[in-house]
Nanobody
Framework: QVQLQESGPGLVDPSQTLSLTCTVS??????????WSWIRQSPGKGLEWIGY???????YYSPSLESRTSISRDTSKNQFTLQLRSVTPEDTAVYYC???????????????????WGRGTQVTVSS
């Protein structure tokens, strides 16, 4: 019954920050046993896990993106957000948010679409 919806600008200028929001309904982001995750997919590539935030606010990021990534949450709005700094055209992708059971995180990191996912939102980095 949980639903997730990504929102944010579809076009971002190079060197700027990509900011997206995931709005969750039918479930609380403060509930235990889930990783609230951001994942992306660019043309010709598989799914790339970006990072997650837990029910308690702990975060973890893909090592390849950690230096540019921040995930935060607003429990009053039942939302969590993604900020990806200093973007380039290589960051162009469909961005997804997902609720991933804790025992399924390794599958998502490996590129499998498991758990409950939003429909995704296209973000293009271009001037």
């Amino acid at each position: 019954q949980v639903q997730l919806q990504e929102s944010g600008p579809g076009l971002v200028d190079p060197s700027q920050t990509l900011s997206l929001t995931c709005t969750v309904s039918g479930g609380s982001i403060t509930a235990a046993y889930y990783y609230w995750s951001w994942i992306r997919q660019s043309p010709g590539k598989g799914l790339e896990w970006i990072g997650y935030i837990t029910y308690s606010g702990t975060t973890y990021y893909s090592p390849s993106l950690e230096s540019r990534t921040s995930i935060s949450r607003d429990t009053s709005k039942n939302q969590f957000t993604l900020q990806l700094r200093s973007v380039t055209p290589e960051d162009t992708a469909v961005y997804y948010c997902a609720r991933v059971p804790v025992d399924s995180l390794s599958a998502v990191v490996a590129g499998r679409k498991t758990g409950s996912w939003g429909r995704g939102t296209q973000v293009t980095v271009s001037s």
